[in-house]
T-cell receptor, first 112, second 111 residues
Protein backbone atom coordinates (compact mmCIF):
# COMPACT_ATOMS: atom_id res chain seq x y z
CA UNK A 1 0.00 0.00 0.00
CA UNK A 2 1.59 3.27 -1.08
CA UNK A 3 -0.95 5.66 0.47
CA UNK A 4 -0.75 7.70 3.66
CA UNK A 5 -0.99 5.55 6.76
CA UNK A 6 -1.89 6.62 10.26
CA UNK A 7 -1.57 4.82 13.56
CA UNK A 8 -3.44 4.16 15.74
CA UNK A 9 -6.81 4.36 14.01
CA UNK A 10 -8.63 4.73 17.31
CA UNK A 11 -7.43 5.89 20.69
CA UNK A 12 -9.45 6.12 23.89
CA UNK A 13 -7.75 7.83 26.76
CA UNK A 14 -8.52 9.43 30.09
CA UNK A 15 -8.35 13.15 30.59
CA UNK A 16 -4.85 14.25 31.56
CA UNK A 17 -3.03 11.47 29.72
CA UNK A 18 -0.63 12.03 26.84
CA UNK A 19 -1.27 10.56 23.40
CA UNK A 20 0.87 10.28 20.29
CA UNK A 21 -0.22 9.71 16.71
CA UNK A 22 2.02 8.62 13.86
CA UNK A 23 1.73 9.40 10.16
CA UNK A 24 3.67 7.78 7.33
CA UNK A 25 3.28 9.89 4.18
CA UNK A 26 3.55 8.88 0.55
CA UNK A 27 7.27 8.43 0.12
CA UNK A 28 7.86 10.90 -2.71
CA UNK A 29 5.86 13.71 -1.05
CA UNK A 30 7.92 16.30 0.79
CA UNK A 31 5.00 18.14 2.40
CA UNK A 32 3.05 16.81 5.36
CA UNK A 33 0.01 18.34 7.04
CA UNK A 34 -1.90 17.66 10.23
CA UNK A 35 -5.57 18.59 10.57
CA UNK A 36 -8.23 18.09 13.21
CA UNK A 37 -11.84 17.47 12.30
CA UNK A 38 -14.92 17.36 14.50
CA UNK A 39 -18.42 16.33 13.49
CA UNK A 40 -20.04 18.71 11.07
CA UNK A 41 -16.92 20.80 10.57
CA UNK A 42 -14.29 20.97 7.88
CA UNK A 43 -10.71 19.92 8.60
CA UNK A 44 -9.00 22.50 10.82
CA UNK A 45 -5.35 23.21 10.02
CA UNK A 46 -2.92 22.34 12.82
CA UNK A 47 0.55 22.34 11.34
CA UNK A 48 2.58 21.81 8.18
CA UNK A 49 6.04 20.44 7.37
CA UNK A 50 8.16 20.74 4.29
CA UNK A 51 10.70 17.97 4.62
CA UNK A 52 11.79 18.12 8.28
CA UNK A 53 11.05 21.83 8.77
CA UNK A 54 7.84 22.80 10.56
CA UNK A 55 6.90 25.88 8.56
CA UNK A 56 3.60 26.84 10.13
CA UNK A 57 1.63 26.06 13.24
CA UNK A 58 -1.93 27.15 13.91
CA UNK A 59 -2.39 29.83 16.53
CA UNK A 60 -5.34 27.79 17.70
CA UNK A 61 -2.97 25.17 19.04
CA UNK A 62 -2.03 25.38 22.65
CA UNK A 63 1.39 24.44 23.97
CA UNK A 64 0.00 20.99 24.72
CA UNK A 65 0.30 20.05 21.04
CA UNK A 66 3.62 19.28 19.41
CA UNK A 67 4.54 17.74 16.10
CA UNK A 68 7.78 16.46 14.69
CA UNK A 69 9.00 15.08 11.41
CA UNK A 70 12.51 13.76 11.97
CA UNK A 71 14.54 13.27 8.80
CA UNK A 72 11.62 14.42 6.68
CA UNK A 73 9.95 11.02 6.71
CA UNK A 74 7.21 9.99 9.15
CA UNK A 75 5.64 12.49 11.52
CA UNK A 76 4.27 12.33 15.05
CA UNK A 77 1.66 14.49 16.70
CA UNK A 78 1.68 14.48 20.49
CA UNK A 79 -1.04 15.87 22.72
CA UNK A 80 -0.08 16.33 26.34
CA UNK A 81 -2.53 16.47 29.25
CA UNK A 82 -5.50 15.67 27.06
CA UNK A 83 -8.82 17.43 27.61
CA UNK A 84 -12.30 16.35 26.55
CA UNK A 85 -12.27 19.10 23.95
CA UNK A 86 -9.40 17.33 22.20
CA UNK A 87 -11.76 14.54 21.13
CA UNK A 88 -11.74 14.61 17.33
CA UNK A 89 -10.46 12.92 14.22
CA UNK A 90 -6.82 13.77 13.58
CA UNK A 91 -6.04 13.68 9.90
CA UNK A 92 -2.64 13.54 8.27
CA UNK A 93 -2.11 14.40 4.62
CA UNK A 94 0.92 14.46 2.38
CA UNK A 95 1.38 16.53 -0.73
CA UNK A 96 3.65 16.81 -3.73
CA UNK A 97 4.77 20.25 -4.92
CA UNK A 98 1.42 20.88 -6.59
CA UNK A 99 -0.37 21.30 -3.30
CA UNK A 100 -2.99 18.59 -3.65
CA UNK A 101 -3.50 16.77 -0.35
CA UNK A 102 -3.68 13.01 -0.02
CA UNK A 103 -5.22 12.05 3.30
CA UNK A 104 -4.74 9.06 5.52
CA UNK A 105 -7.70 7.35 7.14
CA UNK A 106 -7.30 9.38 10.30
CA UNK A 107 -6.80 8.70 13.99
CA UNK A 108 -9.91 9.07 16.09
CA UNK A 109 -9.29 10.30 19.63
CA UNK A 110 -11.82 9.96 22.42
CA UNK A 111 -10.96 11.60 25.73
CA UNK A 112 -13.05 10.38 28.66
CA UNK B 1 -14.64 36.69 8.48
CA UNK B 2 -13.85 33.05 7.85
CA UNK B 3 -11.04 32.36 5.41
CA UNK B 4 -13.14 29.93 3.35
CA UNK B 5 -16.93 30.07 3.44
CA UNK B 6 -19.43 27.50 2.28
CA UNK B 7 -23.10 26.91 2.92
CA UNK B 8 -23.31 23.77 5.07
CA UNK B 9 -26.52 22.64 3.35
CA UNK B 10 -27.92 20.12 2.95
CA UNK B 11 -28.34 20.70 -0.75
CA UNK B 12 -30.87 18.27 -2.18
CA UNK B 13 -31.07 17.59 -5.91
CA UNK B 14 -32.94 14.91 -7.87
CA UNK B 15 -30.98 12.21 -9.63
CA UNK B 16 -29.84 13.36 -13.06
CA UNK B 17 -29.90 17.07 -12.17
CA UNK B 18 -26.99 19.50 -11.93
CA UNK B 19 -25.68 20.16 -8.43
CA UNK B 20 -24.04 23.55 -7.91
CA UNK B 21 -21.75 24.04 -4.94
CA UNK B 22 -20.27 27.41 -4.04
CA UNK B 23 -17.37 28.74 -2.02
CA UNK B 24 -15.90 32.16 -1.28
CA UNK B 25 -12.50 32.95 0.16
CA UNK B 26 -11.02 35.99 1.87
CA UNK B 27 -7.31 35.99 0.93
CA UNK B 28 -6.80 37.70 -2.43
CA UNK B 29 -3.32 36.22 -2.61
CA UNK B 30 -4.64 32.67 -2.76
CA UNK B 31 -3.16 30.71 -5.62
CA UNK B 32 -4.70 27.25 -5.73
CA UNK B 33 -8.20 25.99 -5.17
CA UNK B 34 -9.43 22.48 -4.50
CA UNK B 35 -12.60 20.49 -4.10
CA UNK B 36 -12.60 17.43 -1.90
CA UNK B 37 -15.36 14.89 -1.42
CA UNK B 38 -15.87 13.31 1.98
CA UNK B 39 -18.20 10.39 2.53
CA UNK B 40 -19.56 9.90 6.02
CA UNK B 41 -16.92 8.32 8.27
CA UNK B 42 -14.21 8.58 5.62
CA UNK B 43 -11.33 10.93 4.90
CA UNK B 44 -11.50 13.67 2.28
CA UNK B 45 -10.45 12.74 -1.25
CA UNK B 46 -9.43 15.21 -3.92
CA UNK B 47 -11.77 15.44 -6.89
CA UNK B 48 -10.80 18.70 -8.63
CA UNK B 49 -8.22 21.46 -8.49
CA UNK B 50 -8.06 24.74 -10.37
CA UNK B 51 -5.39 27.43 -10.51
CA UNK B 52 -6.54 29.84 -13.23
CA UNK B 53 -9.65 31.90 -13.78
CA UNK B 54 -12.31 30.16 -15.82
CA UNK B 55 -13.65 26.66 -16.02
CA UNK B 56 -11.98 23.28 -15.71
CA UNK B 57 -13.87 20.13 -16.64
CA UNK B 58 -13.21 16.54 -15.64
CA UNK B 59 -15.91 14.07 -16.57
CA UNK B 60 -19.15 15.08 -14.83
CA UNK B 61 -17.35 17.68 -12.70
CA UNK B 62 -16.63 21.31 -13.60
CA UNK B 63 -14.72 23.66 -11.33
CA UNK B 64 -15.11 27.39 -11.88
CA UNK B 65 -12.83 30.11 -10.52
CA UNK B 66 -13.34 33.86 -10.42
CA UNK B 67 -10.44 35.48 -8.60
CA UNK B 68 -11.84 39.00 -8.94
CA UNK B 69 -14.95 37.93 -7.04
CA UNK B 70 -12.98 35.50 -4.81
CA UNK B 71 -15.41 32.79 -5.76
CA UNK B 72 -15.02 29.10 -6.55
CA UNK B 73 -17.73 26.71 -7.58
CA UNK B 74 -18.19 23.05 -8.42
CA UNK B 75 -20.84 21.76 -10.80
CA UNK B 76 -21.79 18.11 -10.85
CA UNK B 77 -23.73 17.11 -13.94
CA UNK B 78 -26.05 14.10 -14.09
CA UNK B 79 -25.95 13.76 -10.30
CA UNK B 80 -26.05 10.21 -8.99
CA UNK B 81 -27.02 8.92 -5.53
CA UNK B 82 -23.36 7.89 -5.14
CA UNK B 83 -22.48 11.60 -5.30
CA UNK B 84 -24.20 12.10 -1.94
CA UNK B 85 -21.41 13.30 0.34
CA UNK B 86 -19.95 16.43 1.88
CA UNK B 87 -18.00 18.60 -0.54
CA UNK B 88 -15.16 20.59 0.95
CA UNK B 89 -13.70 23.66 -0.67
CA UNK B 90 -10.01 24.23 0.11
CA UNK B 91 -7.73 27.15 -0.63
CA UNK B 92 -3.94 27.25 -0.73
CA UNK B 93 -2.84 30.56 0.70
CA UNK B 94 0.07 31.97 2.55
CA UNK B 95 3.72 31.87 1.74
CA UNK B 96 4.20 28.43 3.19
CA UNK B 97 1.44 26.68 1.30
CA UNK B 98 -1.07 26.45 4.13
CA UNK B 99 -4.28 24.80 2.91
CA UNK B 100 -7.49 26.01 4.54
CA UNK B 101 -10.81 24.20 4.32
CA UNK B 102 -14.37 25.40 4.46
CA UNK B 103 -17.03 23.75 6.58
CA UNK B 104 -18.25 21.67 3.64
CA UNK B 105 -21.59 21.45 1.88
CA UNK B 106 -23.61 18.28 2.35
CA UNK B 107 -25.10 17.11 -0.93
CA UNK B 108 -28.02 14.71 -1.08
CA UNK B 109 -28.98 13.23 -4.45
CA UNK B 110 -32.52 11.91 -4.33
CA UNK B 111 -33.23 8.84 -6.51
Amino acid sequence: DTGVSQDPRHKITKRGQNVTFRCDPISEHNRLYWYRQTLGQGPEFLTYFQNEAQLEKSRLLSDRFSAERPKGSFSTLEIQRTEQGDSAMYLCASSPLGGELFFGEGSRLTVL
Amino acid sequence: QKEVEQNSGPLSVPEGAIASLNCTYSDRGSQSFFWYRQYSGKSPELIMFIYSNGDKEDGRFTAQLNKASQYVSLLIRDSQPSDSATYLCAVNSGGYQKVTFGIGTKLQVIP
